[in-house]
């Protein structure tokens, strides 16, 4: 089993910058992609960014040259630098995690952590 706790959320202006912690435990060497979900009040869980092991990246399309995801695995980390926030980034963030050779749905999701940015 993985455990994962988000951290860093909170409330900020338009045009501000967050940093996104996720903290990894458990069967740690189990895991290959980390990313970051969101959910908004009244709208679908989307998929914000991944990162797999070995760096490789992608983004949804709203977030590209805004947020970047980045990971430590030393350190079981995983980071979401989030900059230029808009309103409708306002949403509940949840870490994910894949085990090797799972599918695309995340195999573990974090307790997620509030972000809530004001026009």
């Known amino acids: 089993q993985v455990q994962l706790v988000e951290s860093g959320g909170g409330l900020v202006q338009a045009g501000g910058s967050l940093r996104l912690s996720c903290t990894a435990s458990?069967?740690?060497?189990?895991?290959?992609?980390m990313g970051w979900y969101r959910q908004a009040p009244g709208k679908q869980r989307e998929l914000v960014a991944r990162?797999?092991?070995?760096?490789?990246?992608n983004y949804l399309d709203s977030v590209k040259g805004r947020f970047t995801i980045s990971r430590d695995n030393a350190k079981n980390m995983a980071y979401l630098q989030m900059n230029s926030l808009k309103p409708e980034d306002t949403a509940v963030y949840y870490c994910?995690?894949?085990?090797?050779?799972?599918?695309?749905?995340?195999?573990?999701w974090g307790q997620g952590t509030q972000v809530t940015v004001s026009s």
């Open positions: 994910t995690a894949n085990r090797w050779n799972s599918g695309s749905d995340p195999d573990y």
């Open positions: 458990g069967i740690i060497f189990s895991i290959n992609t």
């Open positions: 990162i797999t092991y070995n760096g490789r990246t």
